[in-house]
C-alpha cells in the first residue's frame, strides 16, 4: 500500500502570515525522507495555499512521483508542468475542502482526459464510490481513479469519537446510527474498489483518513495507494512531520 503525502496544510500555515514559514520544500524533503511514496498538492483556482511557484518547484525538485490535484478549470498549467499524475477535483471556491466527487458529466472533461493522456500524465478522477461513475470514469479515458472517502470518514467520527459531542458535530449523521452509516460506506467502498480493479482502473483512495481510520480502508486488497494530508499535518505539530509520516506508513503497511 503506498502513501502519497498531502502537504497542502504546510502552505495553509505559511499563507496564515505571509511568510514563507513554514517552507513547503523542506516539508516535501521531509516527507520523501520519511518514507513517502508520493507527494500530493492541490493547486486551487483561486490559489489560497499552493501557488504556481510551489507546483513549479515541487514537480522540478520531487524525487518521488508527484500528484497534482486541480479542477478542469485551471488544466492548462497541469499540461504545461506535466506531473507524474494529475488527480481531477470537483472545486467549489467557497469549500473548506473537496466536498464530493466529480461530477462525469462535465462538458470539458473529455477534452482534458485526452490531453493529459496524449502528454503522459497519469490521470486520476477523484469519484464517489458507486459503479455508474467508475464505468463513466474508465470510458472517459481514465487511467486510475481515487475513491472519495469523506462519507466513510465522516461515519467513523460520529461513531468512534468525541465530535457528536463538540460544534464539529456532522449535522447530516446526527439523527442516524453511526455505526451502521460507517458499515455501508464501508462496504460501498469495498465493493467499488472491486469492481473498479475488475474493469482495469488502478484504484486509490482518500479523503478524512486518519490514524484511527485507515486500517479499514488499507484492508482493502484492490487499493493500492492512499492519499492522506490532514491527519498528517495535525499529527506532525505534536511528533514532527517525519513520525508522524513513519507512523502513517507502520499502520497501513
Ligand atoms: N485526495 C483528494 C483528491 C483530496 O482533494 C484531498 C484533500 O485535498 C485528499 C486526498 C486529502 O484529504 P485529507 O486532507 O482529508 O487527508
Given at each position: ?71 478542469t478549470a ?28 466529480l461530477n462525469l458529466a462535465s462538458p470539458e472533461l473529455p477534452s482534458t482526459i485526452a ?21 463513466a470514469?474508465?470510458?472517459l ?113
Amino acid at each position: 500500500m503506498k502513501l502519497g503525502v498531502n502537504i497542502d496544510h504546510v502552505a495553509v500555515l505559511r499563507e496564515a502570515r505571509r511568510v514563507n514559514d513554514p517552507n513547503i520544500l523542506n516539508a516535501m524533503f521531509t516527507a520523501i525522507n520519511a518514507g513517502a511514496d508520493q507527494i500530493t498538492i492541490h493547486l486551487r483556482e483561486d490559489r489560497r495555499h499552493i501557488d504556481d511557484t510551489d507546483t513549479i518547484n515541487i514537480i522540478n525538485l520531487c524525487t518521488i512521483p508527484v500528484n497534482l490535484e486541480c479542477a478542469t478549470a485551471i488544466t492548462d498549467i497541469v499540461l504545461e508542468l506535466s506531473p507524474h499524475r494529475a488527480t481531477i477535483v470537483p472545486e467549489r471556491r467557497e469549500e473548506l475542502t473537496t466536498e464530493g466527487g466529480l461530477n462525469l458529466a462535465s462538458p470539458e472533461l473529455p477534452s482534458t482526459i485526452a490531453a493529459m493522456n496524449e502528454t503522459g500524465i497519469d490521470v486520476s478522477l477523484f469519484i464517489d464510490p458507486n459503479s455508474d461513475d467508475i464505468i463513466a470514469a474508465k470510458e472517459l479515458g481514465a487511467n486510475t481513479i481515487e475513491l472519495h472517502t469523506g462519507s466513510f470518514a465522516n461515519a467513523y467520527l460520529m461513531a468512534y469519537s468525541n465530535i457528536p459531542k463538540t460544534k464539529f458535530s456532522i449535522k447530516s449523521l446526527e439523527h442516524t446510527n453511526a455505526k451502521e452509516a460507517l458499515e455501508f460506506e464501508l462496504d460501498r467502498l469495498k465493493k467499488a474498489a472491486k469492481f473498479a480493479k475488475n474493469i482495469g482502473l488502478n484504484v486509490a483512495a482518500g479523503h478524512g483518513l486518519n490514524y484511527q481510520n485507515v486500517g479499514l480502508i488499507a484492508n482493502i486488497p484492490e487499493i493500492f495507494e492512499l492519499n492522506i494530508g490532514q491527519s498528517i499535518i495535525a499529527r506532525s505539530i505534536f511528533t514532527g512531520l517525519s513520525q508522524a509520516i513513519k507512523d502513517m506508513k507502520e499502520l497501513i503497511k
